[in-house]
């Protein structure tokens, strides 16, 4: 029996103009755009194969504590430290915008978060065109970037019924997947520019911080 492939339709916008030059680039070549668009994606997954991320490290530390009768739901935080491979300067890595991983479910109400994780308001990227928020619910931005090679979050629990190793394992698997393949798309070259805060707004971002207090404020 022939084995079955299963191919997935997906719908992309193009800026008209980038879209006309690709076209004509690839079908002045005998191509189809389709075609063109799958070498794309084939090449891009053969680089990150190879990308080397041999010292990269993710380390993701905990600490619960009582719920207070203000926020009850806010049950402990973390300190997420990021070690950059070796393609990836530790200046470049403060830069790089990433995204909380959030954790929506399936229920009987329909799609609900039972938990989530959020930012240190320090760690924030509101500015336009790097800022992200939830496609799922209205509330912060989802964006952020390191301090010092750390990112500091709060927990906070809505009734998940997950005990706190279940909830460390879900929430560190997701955060190192996340801090993983945003790397590896940096080194591929398939990071956008808008996920990479430039120098002169990233130092004008940190002119409203004082370094002298970072370690402490991060402090769990």
């Not at 504590?65 to 990836?88: C, R, W, Y």
């Not at 530790?90 to 479910?105: A, G, K, N, S, Y």
């Not at 978060?113 to 959020?118: A, C, G, Q």
């Amino acid at each position: 029996m022939a084995e079955s492939k299963v191919k997935k339709a997906i719908s992309v916008r193009f800026d008209p103009a980038e879209y006309a030059n690709y076209s004509a680039m690839v079908e002045g070549a005998g191509l189809a755009v389709s075609d063109g668009l799958r070498q794309l994606v084939t090449e891009k997954l053969r680089q990150a194969d190879e990308a080397d991320m041999g010292k990269f490290r993710v380390t993701c530390d905990f600490l619960w504590k009582t719920p207070d009768v203000a926020f009850p739901e806010h049950i402990g935080n973390m300190l997420v430290s990021v070690k950059p491979p070796q393609g990836l300067s530790v200046e470049l890595l403060q830069r790089l915008v990433f995204v909380i991983p959030e954790f929506w479910e399936e229920s009987n109400q329909g799609l609900v978060e039972s938990f989530r994780i959020d930012s240190a308001y320090f760690h924030r990227v509101t500015e336009e065109g790097y800022q992200r928020t939830s496609a799922k619910t209205s509330r912060n931005v989802t964006s952020f970037h390191l301090l010092k090679s750390r990112w500091r979050a709060a927990v906070f629990d809505y009734g998940s019924g997950c005990s706190v190793e279940e909830l460390e394992g879900r929430i560190r698997s997701a955060v190192t997947s996340h801090f993983t393949q945003t790397i590896r798309c940096y080194l591929i070259g398939h990071l956008p520019e808008s996920r990479i805060l430039p120098e002169e707004l990233y130092s004008e971002m940190m002119s409203f911080r004082d370094e002298n207090t970072l370690d402490q404020m991060m402090a769990l």
